[in-house]
């Protein structure tokens, strides 16, 4: 089986743009949550989506957005990009809502210029 | 705020040793912990977890404890092979809040740094 895919693998973008970020969770998982995380430092949690809702959410600002699809994909979005946005964002999936064994993807590298 | 950090930030150890990674954490409502490790390019892979009801678990070269009394916990693994160098991270999973709401939010550490030498 396939694990947690994202896409694309690297992106550069400037200043002000906005960024679309996806992710497609393990077969069968429900579960989709997003990570950041700069260079040298832990993923620090963004959103958590579980059956098309948002079921958390981290310490980021309102230009962080999520969704969630009926297929259980997800998309991260982030408008006004600012410099400090350049990170390796990372989607996990779970079974279930609450569930401690999170399987993470590769990552998407985004470079803000 | 609560955070969950790291003793050592890096690691060197000749191949075959034993190796040893510590944890901090200072939120005493975690009820779960786990430790990750994370290769150049990589996403995080789980490794073991541990529940707070627990002092020890044994996985396949790897055991994890968890202190409570101290707030520590440790990653141990055995007969360190070349294949295990990379960036390991523990990461907690608060309880459930008064409100009964909770979700899969993970809280990860700085992260440890292991070389393991030919």
């Known amino acids: 089986d396939a694990g947690v895919t994202q896409s694309p693998t690297h992106l550069i973008k400037t200043r002000g743009q906005h960024v679309t970020l996806r992710c497609s969770p393990i077969?069968?998982?429900?579960?989709v949550s997003w990570y950041q995380q700069v260079l040298g430092q832990g993923p620090q949690f963004i959103f958590q989506?579980?059956?098309?809702?948002?079921?958390g959410r981290g310490n980021f600002p309102d230009r962080f957005s999520a969704r969630q699809f009926p297929n259980y994909s997800s998309e991260l979005n982030v408008n006004a990009l600012l410099l400090g946005d350049s990170a390796l964002y990372l989607c996990?999936?779970?079974?279930?809502?609450?569930?401690?064994?999170?399987?993470f993807g590769p990552g998407t590298r985004l470079t803000v210029t | 705020g609560e955070n969950v950090g790291l003793h050592l930030p890096t690691l060197s150890v000749q191949e075959g040793d034993n190796s040893i990674i510590n944890c901090a954490y200072s939120?005493?409502?975690?009820?779960?912990f786990i430790w990750y490790k994370q290769e150049s390019g990589k996403g995080p892979q789980f490794i073991i977890d541990?529940?707070?009801?627990?002092d020890k678990r044994q996985g396949q070269r790897v055991t994890v404890l968890l202190n409570k009394t101290v707030k520590h916990l440790s990653l141990q693994i055995a007969a360190t092979q070349p294949g295990d160098s990379a960036v390991y991270f523990c990461?907690?999973?608060?309880?459930?809040?008064?409100?009964?709401?909770?979700?899969?939010?993970?809280?990860f550490g700085q992260g440890t740094i292991l070389t393991v030498h030919p």
């Open positions: 939120n005493s409502a975690s009820d779960y």
């Open positions: 990461a907690e999973n608060p309880e459930l809040n008064a409100g009964g709401t909770s979700y899969g939010k993970l809280t």
């Open positions: 077969s069968g998982h429900k579960s």
């Open positions: 996990a999936s779970s079974l279930i809502q609450v569930s401690y064994e999170q399987y």
């Open positions: 541990i529940r707070s009801n627990m």
């Open positions: 989506y579980y059956e098309k809702e948002e079921r």
